[in-house]
Protein backbone atom coordinates (compact mmCIF):
# COMPACT_ATOMS: atom_id res chain seq x y z
CA UNK A 1 0.00 0.00 0.00
CA UNK A 2 1.00 3.70 -0.51
CA UNK A 3 -0.74 6.08 1.55
CA UNK A 4 -0.51 9.92 -0.88
CA UNK A 5 -1.32 13.06 0.74
CA UNK A 6 -1.90 16.13 -1.14
CA UNK A 7 -0.76 19.52 -0.38
CA UNK A 8 -0.78 23.24 -1.19
CA UNK A 9 -4.11 23.89 -3.47
CA UNK A 10 -5.65 27.48 -2.47
CA UNK A 11 -7.49 30.67 -4.22
CA UNK A 12 -5.21 32.83 -6.17
CA UNK A 13 -5.35 34.98 -8.48
CA UNK A 14 -4.77 34.62 -12.72
CA UNK A 15 -1.37 35.21 -13.12
CA UNK A 16 -0.02 33.92 -10.05
CA UNK A 17 2.37 31.00 -9.03
CA UNK A 18 1.54 27.89 -6.80
CA UNK A 19 3.19 24.76 -5.62
CA UNK A 20 1.98 21.74 -4.83
CA UNK A 21 3.01 18.24 -2.89
CA UNK A 22 2.08 15.34 -2.38
CA UNK A 23 3.78 13.18 0.29
CA UNK A 24 4.12 9.41 -0.16
CA UNK A 25 4.18 6.58 2.51
CA UNK A 26 4.14 3.28 2.94
CA UNK A 27 6.38 0.91 -0.08
CA UNK A 28 9.40 2.49 -1.87
CA UNK A 29 8.72 5.60 -3.25
CA UNK A 30 11.36 5.39 -5.94
CA UNK A 31 9.75 2.21 -7.07
CA UNK A 32 6.90 4.16 -8.22
CA UNK A 33 5.99 6.86 -11.47
CA UNK A 34 4.40 9.82 -9.84
CA UNK A 35 1.93 11.70 -11.86
CA UNK A 36 -1.18 14.65 -11.30
CA UNK A 37 -4.68 14.43 -12.54
CA UNK A 38 -7.16 17.49 -12.26
CA UNK A 39 -11.19 17.21 -12.52
CA UNK A 40 -13.14 20.56 -12.97
CA UNK A 41 -16.70 20.75 -11.82
CA UNK A 42 -18.66 18.72 -14.24
CA UNK A 43 -15.87 17.43 -16.57
CA UNK A 44 -13.72 14.26 -16.58
CA UNK A 45 -10.83 13.70 -14.81
CA UNK A 46 -7.60 14.28 -17.01
CA UNK A 47 -3.33 14.13 -16.87
CA UNK A 48 -1.76 17.28 -16.21
CA UNK A 49 1.99 16.05 -15.64
CA UNK A 50 3.94 12.54 -14.93
CA UNK A 51 6.98 11.66 -13.74
CA UNK A 52 9.47 8.66 -13.79
CA UNK A 53 10.77 6.79 -11.09
CA UNK A 54 13.78 9.09 -10.97
CA UNK A 55 12.67 12.36 -12.04
CA UNK A 56 14.70 11.77 -15.53
CA UNK A 57 11.77 11.68 -17.80
CA UNK A 58 8.62 14.11 -17.41
CA UNK A 59 5.32 14.39 -19.79
CA UNK A 60 2.63 17.11 -19.67
CA UNK A 61 -0.42 17.92 -21.02
CA UNK A 62 -0.51 20.36 -23.73
CA UNK A 63 -2.58 22.74 -21.92
CA UNK A 64 -0.13 23.19 -18.88
CA UNK A 65 3.04 22.41 -20.69
CA UNK A 66 5.73 25.72 -20.74
CA UNK A 67 3.60 26.52 -17.12
CA UNK A 68 3.45 23.70 -14.85
CA UNK A 69 7.07 21.63 -13.67
CA UNK A 70 6.88 18.63 -12.09
CA UNK A 71 9.59 17.50 -10.09
CA UNK A 72 10.09 14.60 -6.94
CA UNK A 73 12.49 14.21 -4.36
CA UNK A 74 13.15 10.33 -3.67
CA UNK A 75 14.54 11.30 -0.07
CA UNK A 76 11.64 13.42 1.25
CA UNK A 77 9.21 11.08 -0.58
CA UNK A 78 7.46 14.05 -2.16
CA UNK A 79 6.33 14.78 -5.71
CA UNK A 80 6.04 18.29 -6.44
CA UNK A 81 3.92 20.13 -9.26
CA UNK A 82 4.76 23.79 -10.12
CA UNK A 83 2.16 26.12 -11.31
CA UNK A 84 3.03 29.56 -13.01
CA UNK A 85 0.95 31.85 -15.23
CA UNK A 86 -2.58 30.48 -13.41
CA UNK A 87 -5.45 30.28 -15.20
CA UNK A 88 -9.23 30.47 -14.19
CA UNK A 89 -9.43 27.04 -16.43
CA UNK A 90 -7.06 25.31 -14.05
CA UNK A 91 -9.53 25.82 -11.42
CA UNK A 92 -10.05 21.61 -10.19
CA UNK A 93 -9.45 19.37 -7.30
CA UNK A 94 -5.72 18.41 -8.29
CA UNK A 95 -4.79 14.69 -7.57
CA UNK A 96 -1.43 13.01 -7.36
CA UNK A 97 -1.16 9.44 -8.14
CA UNK A 98 1.22 6.55 -8.01
CA UNK A 99 2.09 4.15 -10.67
CA UNK A 100 3.68 1.00 -9.70
CA UNK A 101 6.20 1.09 -12.76
CA UNK A 102 9.58 2.83 -13.33
CA UNK A 103 8.29 4.74 -16.68
CA UNK A 104 5.58 7.34 -16.45
CA UNK A 105 1.85 6.97 -17.70
CA UNK A 106 -0.23 9.48 -18.88
CA UNK A 107 -3.52 7.20 -18.51
CA UNK A 108 -5.24 7.43 -15.12
CA UNK A 109 -6.04 3.48 -15.21
CA UNK A 110 -2.35 2.73 -14.56
CA UNK A 111 -1.99 4.17 -11.54
CA UNK A 112 -2.56 2.34 -8.77
CA UNK A 113 -2.45 4.97 -5.61
CA UNK A 114 -4.54 7.58 -5.41
CA UNK A 115 -4.46 10.80 -3.11
CA UNK A 116 -7.99 12.97 -1.66
CA UNK A 117 -6.82 15.93 -3.68
CA UNK A 118 -6.60 19.49 -3.01
CA UNK A 119 -8.57 22.40 -4.53
CA UNK A 120 -7.16 24.91 -6.60
CA UNK A 121 -9.17 27.82 -7.21
CA UNK A 122 -7.67 30.46 -9.60
CA UNK A 123 -9.93 33.34 -10.06
CA UNK A 124 -9.78 36.06 -12.78
Known amino acids: QVQLAESGGRLVQSGASLRLSCAAS????????MGWFRQAPGKEREFVAA????????AYADSVKGRFTISRDNVKNTVYLQMNSLKPEDTAVYYCAAYRGSYYSTWDYDYNYWGQGTQVTVSS
Open 51 to 58: VDWNGSIT
Open 26 to 33: GRTFSNYA
